[in-house]
């Protein structure tokens, strides 16, 4: 080494108290190299300096041309050094020495160091900002801490919810103390856990606390670091060393307090109220753990006494008064007058400057989010505007990405090192909306060619912060910034799922003390959390803005919608209806999604240019997408061109009638009256047995009319056009005998059709020459007689657009429609008409102020019940009673739920005839999916789906619904109407998988069974075969409570000739059996024979038992 150099031992000695050794943890130390300093130290986190050990711990060395460079280089180096721990150190006192003059000059001897201790060399004291920054957070850390105690004993534990100033002084308290006869008083307010603001005098200073292990605390303030520990003293004083100089924290001196100085009985007093009494005279006693203690007095002066004798105290509770006989002993101390001084606020809270990465931003930004939804106090105007900004930001990836290649991705093999190095090299980053997934790529090429599995493991632990990025941003940004608004909307149902209604605010603790036993820190979180809601609401409903722009809008986020709609307290009032009105969107825009998808397919079938089979086999390829966006396309049939109207009218009937009715003779026709046009759509089709042996001929009719004005007006004229195309029943025998199943001798032909009951309403049996007819009615427009009526909703386009009306008085419509029918009943009678379905299309226009809901509302009217209308069928199209199994409700008194933001949901109130007690939800679903044909796209559909999570979310909205009894056992009914294919073994192990990350919603709903019904494909058979073979149809019961089991079953029919309904379901979901809309004396009883399941025996499909 040529020139200078300078070595500082590093000892662990207390250099302001005689330099005494000192022992303890060491939790943290930090040294950073240079070129001019290096060092070495004999400790590694986590270490210990024990008494036994010498006292030094670490050496460093700087060098310089000159003596001065040397020592400015063990100046700088010593003073990075960091210590965290339990220890004192003495390297402030170095720091002191290594500039001081004589040292810089050379004047030192081997008595220098002695004279300087003799003449007790005193350290720098801490700036009086040091003190008051310091001094603030200590005391703020202990007034929470005992505040925290005090909580947990005299509220948490007896489920009891703490007064809310109590819960705010958690995040804003104030603080005072007296140093030196300076008295400092201030407001601290937290922003985390670590991060604090303190306000004295006007002014601002941002700080971070850490609490080491070792009871150390670590205070960070602009570029100032100070350590310090406390301990607790007599007269309610705190000393706390800092960094290394005594601080004494005292209450202000007033000697004529008399205070009681322990906790205990006040005995007696010895001086009596009014007596004088000299310095140190006891005045009373007192009993303490069965000792007696005198009180003396600490000034003269005459006593006024407080309390009475016999009282117990608590330590610092006032006993009495002193009137001095010298005033002046009072010591008033002189209040804090200056400023905190202008520090830079911790990296976390500071404003965003060019040298810090962007990512390091962004990452500040969500924790400070996620520290004000556990309720800290923040700026969540100011935090989400510059989050907004970061959200879909390259540069955020860019910058994360440079900070890897330079970090842990410099430490790769060569090969993979150099392949993400291109990478960069190339701009990918900025280019590539994927770019996660290339780095993926290149890692994933790397391992193809590892030569075990030993150095695959090995070097995916070496580059797992890498792989953690490629994850992290494999699908582009908008995926990332949508786990990051979702984690927010998460976090923020976290606590307020707990307090879902006003009712909860006083069962919330209570439910907080049973989810999290023995957990005192995660309750109160929570409840500080509850307890700051106001600020909660307002930080949510900018981050609900957020979607959409920011966001996806998919399944998982429309989940969250749902459980944030869910919400019934008057506090949550603006988050529910901000959260119903994009659910509400959301639908709307899937919707229009949905039928800009399906209109090129739709022109297609406009063109006329396809077959049958053909235009079948269309409309069953995106019946899905039909099934969504149906609303807005029967609101087309008022306006778009003829072509475009009958390619709607043909895919709407092709939907509803599916593809083993076989459906034929579709025609659509258009008459003018009054100047009009008018549509008229019939087919022929074949309600099918339910063991799809035999098929009887039915006739199926749709009118359109623009209002109930001109259904009033048209009706007869246009039902009379359509059933003249009626075919006779010599016709419909002739098709039923071609299409019987069997070459055998056939069964005995089923009598015709019956329109009639047993009971006194009995209408007779219909003309033998005519094929009963299934009238359908379709109004589009304005209803002007309700809107004449007087209705307070007015028209009935208003009135059924409005989500009151759906849930309210949705009875109105239906009593409309039947009065209208009941005066064409003898019409409709003597022409055969077994069922009317009147269907009213709701799709939105918000020029109209709509709710942004889409929905069909269908009032199904029955011949044989004087076309009043079955209420049970209301708003299910004909074809899906059979499918959702409705029959099997008999033994109960059953109530239909209606919510029309989810109108795929059929949801069922039902009491128990015979056992009132006995009330459930019954929810029916029919999954609208494509055929799972192969096991990867059947497994996908078996797991949760977004119509199975808005089955979830509807039974909850039900279940808070006031409207509605409470339950306590809950059934969920699915039918898949496309077949998978896939094993039942698979479809079981992929169902309890499911069941079981769904488990803690299932148990919130109080849901008991779970029962699907499913056409499965055997995975064996070949592609070619696959529409030619059959599937077969289980039944997989999933009881949910008290414990999960799975049984399955296979569905075996067996044809009977009895009863006036049918039974179950058809064996084939794609027909959904639209013989279910009409009345039938052809009933299939269908055998469950067990194939899978412990205990499970052979059952036929029957009503609901009752508990």
Known sequence: VSGHCVAVRLTAENASDGWKPTVGNVTETSFQSSPQAWGYFSIRPPAEVHSFADSQFGHVFAVGKTRTAAVRAAIRAVSQVRIVGEIHTNITYVSELLGMQDFLENRVTTSWLDKLISEQMQLKPPSIESIAICGALLKGHLTIQELRAKLHKDYLWRNACPPPEAIGALVETKVDFIWNQISFSFEVFRHSPEIFTISANGTLAQAKLKVSPGGSFICSFGDNTCQFRYEKEPGDKIRMMLDGFVVM???????????????????????????????????????????????????????????PAGSFVNAGEALGRLALDDPSLVAKAKPFDGDLGNFEAPPEMIEPIPTTPLHEQYKYLVARTHNMLDGFVDNEDEVLQRLSALLLNPKVMSAEFDELIAGPGS????????????????????????????????????????????????????AEPVYSFGHKYESGMLDFSTSCIASFIEHFLLVERVYPDDRAELLGVYHLNEAHKDDVDTVLSRVLSHNQLERKVALILNALDFLGTFTHMNAAVFSLLQEL?????????????????????????????????????????????LSVGEELSLVTSISEKLNSCQPKLLSMLAHSDKALRRAVIKAA??????????????????????????????????????????????????????????????????????????????DADTTA???????????????PISISSSSSRSLGRPSTKNTPAALHVLVLGENSTLRDSGSKFGGQRAFRRSFAYAVMDESTTGKSYHKILNSKAAYLRSNDVAQVSVLLPTSTDA???DDNLNYVSVFNFEAHHHFEENKLMRHILPPQATALELHRLSNFEVERCWFPDAPQVHVYLAVAKKQPLDTRFFVRLLAHSQ??????????????????????????????????????????????????????QQAVKTLKATLTSCMPTINKLQATELELAIPLWDPSVPDADLDSTKPTQVRIICRLAPSLSIDAYEEVSSFVSSGTYPAAATTSPASVAAAAAIATTHTATITLKPILGKGATATAIAPYTLL
């Open 847 to 849: 020029s109209l102020g």
């Open 565 to 609: 709609s869910s919400l019934e307290s008057v506090k949550h009032a603006r988050v529910h209806r901000k959260a119903k009105q994009i659910t509400a969107s959301f639908n709307d825009n899937i919707a229009k999604h949905s039928k800009e998808e399906v209109m090129p397919y739709l022109r297609t079938l406009a063109d006329a240019s």
């Open 653 to 730: 009937v092709l939907t509803w009638y599916g593809t083993s009715c076989a459906v034929k003779n579709l025609s659509v026709k258009t008459y003018l009256r009054k100047g009009k046009e008018k549509a008229s759509v019939t087919w022929e089709y074949l309600a099918q047995s339910m063991d799809s042996s035999r098929s009887e001929p039915r006739f199926g009719v749709m009118l359109v009319f623009a209002s109930m004005d001109d259904l009033e007006a048209n009706f007869d004229d246009l039902c009379q056009l359509a059933l003249a195309e009626r075919p006779t029943n010599n």
């Open 931 to 984: 055929e799972g044909r192969t096991v990867s796209g059947a497994t996908q559909l078996l797991q949760p789906t977004s119509q199975l999570l808005q089955g979830f979310a509807t039974l909850e909205q039900a279940i808070g619904d006031s409207r509605y009894k409470p339950t306590e056992s809950n059934h969920i009914f699915v039918r898949y109407l496309a077949p998978l294919r896939i094993t039942l």
């Open 411 to 462: 430490k790769l093999p060569q090969a993979p090192r150099a392949a993400l190095e291109q990478l960069h090299a190339q701009g990918n980053v900025h280019k590539h909306d994927c770019f996660g997934s290339l780095v993926l790529d290149a890692l994933r090429a790397h391992e193809a060619t590892l030569p075990d599995a030993a150095a695959v493991a090995a070097f995916r632990a070496a």
């Open 737 to 751: 005998a071609a299409t019987t199943a069997t070459d055998a001798a056939p069964a005995p032909s089923p009598p």
């Open 249 to 307: 924290l005292e209450r202000e001196k007033d000697p004529s307090k008399l205070e009681a100085p322990y906790g205990g009985k006040l005995v007696q007093y010895l001086v009596s109220d009014g007596a004088h009494v000299n310095k140190g005279d006891a005045y009373a006693e007192m009993e303490v753990m069965k000792m007696l203690f005198a009180l003396p007095a600490p000034e003269a002066g005459v006593v006024s006494l407080l309390k």
